[in-house]
């Protein structure tokens, strides 16, 4: 099966901080992710002059799309970005990965996050989205969506209501299955009310976190996924150290975590969900594909960035095999 990503399109700028003491001067909350203004932005970009940081294509979902083609799956991604150097950047960072490249292009300067990484691991987030979240329902063709099997949208596009509600409408009258991820639990309680009525109506596959769980249906996460099973025909439920929860119908399992200690978990949900989904395009169970999962976030928190280094694929490769045998 070929999966296709819709997302935000963004450009990641990494930077390792000393002490926490720099996110109380710019003003965003640790562990948090904070939408910020283009002037912000800027501001952000002066406290980094003369720092070493880490650019890469970003956004959560394209980093998902990315490591579907890396593991030797078909899936692509659409998103929205400017007419600059970013934006050309972008573009070939998606087709060096083997995923095919459905971006939509505007004017003006292309959406970023910059990512600060605090010494135990925790990310902490300042994004400027720019064109990203205003893709149109129109751009995304009925051709495009059936050239696919499985529609994967990420949770931060659900400021864009028009968006979310008629691709998801649409895919699944063209028969390809949805999966939504909840993004952030700040984005869950924002829109609790829009993501309670489209969810039991269109997603298929939801992935989450404790947080993003528990701020959707108010309960712990072996209740939530219980809960949320009953509304999708598959729940994921991440809780990092502690693997993930996985539930089906009636059936409910958890996976291990993988990895050890994290040098920086930033990635690690998008890559569990790359494992998962690249594990249901090739048949394989549910177990199998949250075992995939599971792999690939366990190699992410082992580097900074949300993406696993190039000579890391042919191991991982061989153990994916191992796990689908």
């Not at 205003?134 to 009925?142: A, K, Q, V, W």
């Amino acid at each position: 099966m070929k999966v296709l990503g819709l997302g935000n399109a963004l450009v990641d700028v990494l930077s390792q901080l000393e002490s926490d003491d720099t996110l109380q001067l710019i003003g965003i909350q640790k562990g948090a992710m904070d939408m910020i203004t283009e002037e912000q932005m800027g501001l952000i970009r002066k406290y980094q002059e003369g720092k070493q940081t880490t650019v890469t294509s970003g956004g959560a979902n394209c980093n998902t799309m990315r490591a579907i083609a890396l593991l030797g799956g078909t899936s692509g991604f659409i998103g929205k970005v400017g007419d600059d150097e970013l934006a050309r950047f972008y573009e070939q960072e998606i087709r060096a990965s083997g995923a095919a490249s459905w971006l939509i292009r505007s004017h003006g300067p292309s959406g970023s996050c910059t990512v600060f990484i605090s010494p135990d691991g925790e990310r902490t987030m300042g994004t400027f989205l720019g064109p990203a979240p205003t893709i149109r329902p129109e751009e995304i063709t009925d051709e495009l969506l059936r050239a696919y099997h499985i529609l994967y949208i990420e949770g931060y596009l659900i400021v864009n209501e028009p968006l979310v509600r008629e691709t998801m409408a649409r895919a699944r009258r063209l028969g390809l299955r949805v999966a939504l991820d909840l993004a952030n639990y700040n984005i869950v309680n924002a829109f609790k009310p829009l993501l309670q009525d489209i969810v039991p109506q269109y997603v298929d596959i939801l992935f989450c976190n404790a947080s993003e769980a528990e701020a959707f249906t108010g309960e712990e996460p072996h209740a939530a996924v219980r809960s949320l099973t009953k509304q999708v025909d598959t729940a994921i439920v991440t809780l990092g150290k502690e693997g993930a929860l996985v539930g089906h119908q009636a059936e409910v399992f958890q996976v291990e975590a993988e990895g050890g200690k994290p040098l920086d978990t930033t990635g690690a949900g998008d890559n569990f969900a790359a494992g998962f989904l690249y594990g249901l395009s090739v048949g394989a169970t549910r177990e199998q594909a949250a075992r995939i999962g599971s792999c690939l976030s366990g190699e992410v928190i082992r580097v900074i960035g949300p993406q696993i280094p190039a000579e890391r694929w042919e191991q991982i490769k061989l153990k994916v095999q191992s796990i689908l045998a």
